[in-house]
């Protein structure tokens, strides 16, 4: 099992790799390694047109033959706007926006991008708006402070402008590195780190996380705009976990030292742990830490079979009393599987039982480890799954839960943690915990 001291450093080494590479020469649209070519360097195959400002949301709601027709007129519009001369790829400041037939989840993207002045450009991210470009010179709406910012976030939020101003002189070429991991953003203009990590919201409804996937699309208007060198490294599930689990980690200790349950009580009987893991194996059986919680941040990772149903129970009172209604559970469930067709919104997985209800659609395909984040403060509970927000409740602010039962639980201020089994082999690694002040 990798330490977190060994991941943070092959993260930083590879970051170092990579800005060794860039400081090189490469040839034009010759993708460096790891990477693939969005862009072939002869045509926009791989491409197509997208109407502006299109709500993906609204799109999920068209017909076939509405989609169909659509897609034609759009792709129609990018062709009398977008061009490819010189390894270039060219808009006229016009038209549809020229976006990839792929969508993507985490991802580390390069783009080499030119303007002519007074040019308002960017890029989206997941089909949403964006990162920023424009030129520098132009008045108003910020530009001054240069390209790279998350344009389209609340006007006090983090990434929203840039850090530095690090765009070289109109008309010459700039060099974007965009890494999306999670819901959130970094992006490198010409080398200087203009976004740290900064969440991205969902422009479409911005009470939602951004999407967990979607296209990248170049989005122009009013000059031209000239692109090459794009492409783009998708980000694995394993390498997506070390990059969440490393943020902000001081003060976290291991609750599961990997070979054994010490520290653990409760029916141990019903879960195995072989090489790192610790896997459910009864029909039922719940497990409690040793010791009680009240505010607290606890990381894990885990993995689910077809179906697979567990939970992770919060602030029970004593380990003999068990179950969802004398504490609180978050819940633990591949919600994607036929079974679970009909649940309710507060059955999802990342939901606080019966409680406050998840955003659904950020889990993992089954067989892939996820990684989760809850973080339990006086009466807010919020869950952090593959490094994206799907659940932040106040429970002081519930009068009643939205499952109509009792919940003596949610007004609990301590208690044990607990794993639930309920029968699926679900799996665990990496649990580790901070206590909050």
Same mark, same amino acid.
């Given at each position: 099992?990798?330490?977190?001291?060994?991941?943070?450093?092959?993260?930083?080494?590879?970051?170092?790799?990579?800005?060794?590479?860039?400081?090189?020469?490469?040839?034009?649209?010759?993708?460096?390694? +790891?990477?693939? @070519?969005?862009?072939?360097?002869?045509? $926009?195959?791989?491409?197509?047109?997208? !109407? /502006?400002?299109?709500? *993906?949301?609204?799109?999920?709601?068209?017909?076939?033959?509405?989609?169909?027709?659509?897609?034609?007129?759009?792709?129609?519009?990018?062709?009398?706007?977008?061009?490819?001369?010189?390894?270039?790829?060219?808009?006229?400041?016009?038209?549809?926006?020229?976006?990839?037939?792929?969508?993507?989840?985490?991802?580390?993207?390069?783009?080499?991008?030119?303007?002519?002045?007074?040019?308002?450009?960017?890029?989206?991210?997941?089909?949403?708006?964006?990162?920023?470009?424009?030129?520098?010179?132009?008045? +108003?709406?910020? @530009?001054?402070?240069?390209?790279?910012? $998350?344009?389209?976030?609340?006007?006090? !939020? /983090?990434?929203?402008? *840039?850090?530095?101003?690090?765009?070289?002189?109109?008309?010459?070429?700039?060099?974007?590195?965009?890494?999306?991991?999670?819901?959130?953003?970094?992006?490198?203009?010409?080398?200087?780190?203009?976004?740290?990590?900064?969440?991205?919201?969902?422009?479409?409804?911005?009470?939602?996380?951004?999407?967990?996937?979607?296209?990248?699309?170049?989005?122009?208007?009013?000059?031209?705009?000239?692109?090459?060198?794009?492409?783009?490294?998708?980000?694995?599930?394993?390498?997506?976990?070390?990059?969440?689990?490393?943020?902000?980690?001081?003060?976290?200790?291991?609750?599961?030292?990997?070979?054994?349950?010490?520290?653990?009580?409760?029916?141990?009987?019903?879960?195995?742990?072989?090489?790192?893991?610790?896997?459910?194996?009864?029909?039922?059986?719940?497990?409690?830490?040793?010791?009680?919680?009240?505010?607290?941040?606890?990381?894990?990772?885990?993995?689910?079979?077809?179906?697979?149903?567990?939970?992770?129970?919060?602030?029970?009172?004593?380990?003999?009393?068990?179950?969802?209604?004398?504490?609180?559970?978050?819940?633990?469930?591949?919600?994607?599987?036929?079974?679970?067709?009909?649940?309710?919104?507060?059955?999802?997985?990342?939901?606080?039982?019966?409680?406050?209800?998840?955003?659904?659609?950020?889990?993992?395909?089954?067989?892939?480890?996820?990684?989760?984040?809850?973080?339990?403060?006086?009466?807010?509970?919020?869950?952090?799954?593959?490094?994206?927000?799907?659940?932040?409740?106040?429970?002081?602010?519930?009068?009643?839960?939205?499952?109509?039962?009792?919940?003596?639980?949610?007004?609990?201020?301590?208690?044990?943690?607990?794993?639930?089994?309920?029968?699926?082999?679900?799996?665990?690694?990496?649990?580790?915990?901070?206590?909050?002040?």
């Amino acid at each position: 099992m990798r330490t977190l001291s060994a991941i943070v450093l092959g993260l930083v080494m590879s970051s170092m790799a990579f800005a060794a590479e860039e400081k090189a020469a490469r040839p034009v649209n010759t993708p460096p390694e +790891g990477f693939k @070519a969005l862009f072939n360097g002869n045509d $926009l195959a791989g491409w197509r047109g997208q !109407a /502006p400002d299109q709500n *993906p949301y609204q799109m999920t709601k068209w017909s076939s033959d509405e989609k169909a027709s659509k897609q034609k007129a759009a792709d129609d519009d990018m062709r009398r706007h977008w061009r490819v001369e010189d390894e270039q790829i060219i808009n006229d400041g016009r038209g549809a926006y020229l976006t990839t037939v792929k969508d993507y989840g985490d991802f580390e993207l390069l783009v080499d991008w030119r303007m002519t002045p007074g040019t308002d450009s960017g890029i989206y991210l997941r089909g949403t708006p964006q990162v920023q470009i424009w030129d520098p010179n132009n008045k +108003g709406n910020g @530009a001054d402070k240069g390209s790279g910012g $998350l344009w389209n976030n609340g006007d006090k !939020a /983090p990434g929203k402008w *840039p850090k530095v101003r690090a765009d070289k002189p109109v008309g010459e070429w700039n060099i974007f590195r965009i890494l999306m991991v999670g819901e959130r953003v970094s992006v490198w203009l010409n080398d200087q780190r203009v976004v740290d990590d900064a969440v991205m919201e969902n422009y479409w409804d911005r009470k939602k996380p951004i999407l967990p996937t979607g296209p990248i699309e170049f989005q122009t208007h009013g000059g031209e705009m000239r692109f090459r060198n794009v492409f783009l490294r998708e980000i694995s599930p394993e390498e997506a976990n070390q990059r969440v689990q490393a943020r902000k980690d001081e003060g976290y200790k291991a609750l599961f030292n990997g070979k054994n349950l010490d520290g653990w009580i409760g029916d141990t009987k019903a879960y195995a742990v072989k090489d790192g893991v610790m896997v459910f194996t009864g029909k039922s059986g719940d497990i409690f830490t040793r010791d009680t919680y009240s505010n607290f941040a606890i990381r894990f990772e885990f993995k689910l079979p077809p179906g697979g149903n567990n939970g992770l129970l919060i602030r029970v009172p004593k380990p003999e009393s068990g179950g969802t209604y004398s504490g609180m559970e978050i819940q633990i469930l591949d919600d994607t599987d036929p079974r679970y067709a009909n649940i309710k919104p507060w059955q999802h997985h990342g939901s606080v039982y019966g409680i406050a209800p998840s955003q659904p659609g950020y889990l993992r395909p089954v067989g892939q480890w996820n990684f989760e984040e809850v973080i339990v403060d006086g009466s807010r509970i919020r869950v952090f799954l593959n490094g994206t927000r799907i659940t932040d409740a106040d429970l002081g602010k519930i009068e009643k839960p939205v499952d109509e039962h009792e919940h003596p639980g949610m007004k609990r201020t301590e208690g044990y943690i607990c794993f639930m089994g309920h029968g699926q082999p679900v799996e665990f690694r990496n649990i580790r915990l901070k206590v909050l002040k």
